[in-house]
């Protein structure tokens, strides 16, 4: 059964720091892994997305992620924090079953970056 | 931006009522899914749809209902709300270009049940 980790609800850095969100995730086949972000009482937004056709991916706003399939992670990082990076990430494991495709997400983990 | 509208974006109902949140795309996706979020909960799946007249049961399923007779408008009905209903709803489209399949997300529906 797939499943995915998130294993911090909440991380802090000072502006300017790299930024590490950690996932684990847990699949019978080979995933397709996803990292979106949600600002406060917005909608969600897609980061970047893990497909196999490279492990390390880069998305949006300078994040990257890399999927490891000897740790079952995937792992969001950013060199340097901004201000506008404060928001909620979560991590995604897409699920394919015969006629069908859902997607399970983590708990979530809330970003603060302070001045 | 995949065209994705849900009305209303707010609504504040009483405990026993029935309530229907709408979600609308407007580029034909296949997939569609409404999820409710909570705090320490993530998103998760209520109903699903894979077509018009085809839906399934999330692992939230009980107290909705899910209805999509026409390709761009998948309803989520609440029969009777509770108070464990209050929540921010979110409907979802699956992408179906490329190999990644990735979701994109409506704005999202605060409901508050009294």
């Known amino acids: 059964a797939q499943s995915v980790t998130q294993l911090d609800s909440h991380v802090s850095v000072s502006e300017g720091t790299p930024v590490l969100l950690r996932c684990n995730y847990s699949?019978?086949?080979?995933?397709?892994l996803f990292w979106y972000v949600q600002h406060p009482n917005k909608g969600l937004q897609l980061l970047l997305k893990?497909?196999?056709?490279?492990?390390l991916v880069k998305g949006i706003n300078g994040f990257e992620a890399e999927f490891k399939k000897s740790e079952t992670s995937f792992h969001l990082t950013k060199p340097s924090a901004h201000m506008s990076d404060a928001a909620e990430y979560f991590c995604?494991?897409?699920?394919?079953?015969?006629?069908?495709?859902?997607?399970?997400f983590g708990t979530g983990t809330r970003l603060k970056v302070l001045a | 931006d995949a065209g994705i509208t849900q009305s209303p974006r707010h609504k504040v109902t009483e405990t026993g009522t029935p309530v229907t949140l709408r979600c609308h795309q407007t580029?034909?996706?296949?997939?569609m899914y409404w999820y409710r979020q909570d705090p320490g909960h993530g998103l998760r799946l209520i109903h699903y749809?894979?077509?018009?007249?085809?839906?399934d049961k999330g692992e939230v399923s009980d107290g909705y209902s899910v209805s999509r007779s026409k390709t761009e408008d998948f309803l989520l009905t609440l029969e009777s709300a509770t108070s464990s209903q209050t929540s921010v709803y979110f409907c979802?489209?699956?992408?179906?270009?490329?190999?990644?399949?990735?979701?994109?997300f409506g704005p999202g529906t605060r409901l508050t049940v009294t």
């Open positions: 979802a489209i699956r992408g179906d270009r490329g190999f990644s399949y990735e979701q994109y």
């Open positions: 580029e034909n996706h296949r997939y």
């Open positions: 749809s894979y077509g018009v007249k085809d839906t």
């Open positions: 699949s019978s086949y080979s995933p397709s």
């Open positions: 995604v494991v897409s699920v394919s079953l015969p006629g069908t495709y859902k997607y399970i």
């Open positions: 893990y497909t196999s056709a490279a492990t």
